[in-house]
């Protein structure tokens, strides 16, 4: 009898593409390859669809979610480089701000990630039991990011976990100093503000607090914008 084989759900069948045949690469005669447009669209095609299609350029602030959208709209427009820990209720646009950073950062064909932060710990959850079968990797590892060729767009979502284990407060630690030290765009959406993330991971374990808000909040001039 066959033994099982674990479906992985992080990874989506890709879609057949006519120009790559799925490598990813277009061959050029003779000089090397360039990456397909394919890459850009399975990419974007994970967006949710309350935010897919938000351009940085064209988004109305809607100031009857928060009087200060107009303003942080414009901040982030003026640097879409930068790095951001945006703070706010539900329902004032926190999300919508970091998916149209995403989607910019894909179609400049940078090596781009959005993915809410429960999403990512139950990665590395079962990336960790699954260590053996090698079936399952994160959607984002920290080893991935040790690259210097390529600046790499870092969102997470809802920077929060029901119960912050020590375990969890290791590996965002190591995933934050990763981005912190290639130094990499990181943008971090949450409910709570500063200092009550930074008591939120200090659950985690004695300094872990401390050490993750320094990495969000220290990172090549992150800019701290509060919508409560
Ligand atoms: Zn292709």
New binding site residues.
Partial sequence: MNAMRAVCPIRPASPL?G??????W?FIDGRGVKK????ARAILERIPPEYEGLRLEEVTPDLKRHPRQASVWETVRNNPDGCYLICGKSGVGKSAILYALYRRAVLLCRPAVAISLAKLVEDYRRAELARYENECAPALSPVTLETRSERWFVGLDDFYIRRPTRFAGEMIFWLLDTVYSYRHQLVVTSQLDKDRLEQHWAEAGEGYGRAIMRRVQEIEGAVYLAMF
């Fill in positions: 593409c120009e790559c045949h799925d490598l990813g277009l397909c447009a394919c890459r």
